[in-house]
């Protein structure tokens, strides 16, 4: 059964980490399988649309997300890497581990990512929109990097549509 686990916010030294690569024999294992539902659920409660490993204390290179839209169904990604990307587009993002803050972020406008999902199976996503947003998120999580490095004019979100913000790139 899954339990909803503690996000760790800005501050926290795993946040800041390289994510370690996840083996074979650990996607396996039925405490990374534990983790996988346990994030999910995390995210979901948040609420939110993407969840990065380090961001509940635990440096692998996982993410779990869901878009909440027609085109996507809910996506577990394990040592992803981005294949593509293209078109620069500006954007204002969120995330759990920086609550009440937005900023200004520059992101590729479509992207392809691969990786292996929750069976060691080999995936590749391909997309666009809050999706592609989603997924840089996720990778720059793994990579010890916060939004907010890249981000300008970081600061409280105020109008619905900003305190939304965090929720449509990934919470």
Known sequence: MPYKRAIVTEGHPVLRRQA????????GDALFQQ???DMFLTMYE?????????QVGVSKQLFVMDVRDDEHDPAVVINPKIESAQEE????EGCLSVPGYV?????????TVSG?????????????????QCLQHEIDHLHGKL????????????TEEEKEAPQAAEA
Do not use: Q
């Open 20 to 27: 370690k690569k996840v083996s074979a024999k650990e996607i």
């Open 35 to 37: 983790l996988i539902d």
């Open 46 to 54: 948040a609420p939110g649309v993407g969840l990065a490993a380090p």
């Open 89 to 92: 587009i500006e954007l204002i």
């Open 103 to 111: 900023g200004e972020i520059t992101r590729f406008a479509h992207v």
């Open 116 to 132: 292996l999902d929750r069976h060691g199976k080999k995936i590749k996503l391909s997309g666009s929109g809050l999706f592609a």
């Open 147 to 158: 939004y907010k490095d890249s981000a300008r004019n970081v600061r409280l979100a105020k």
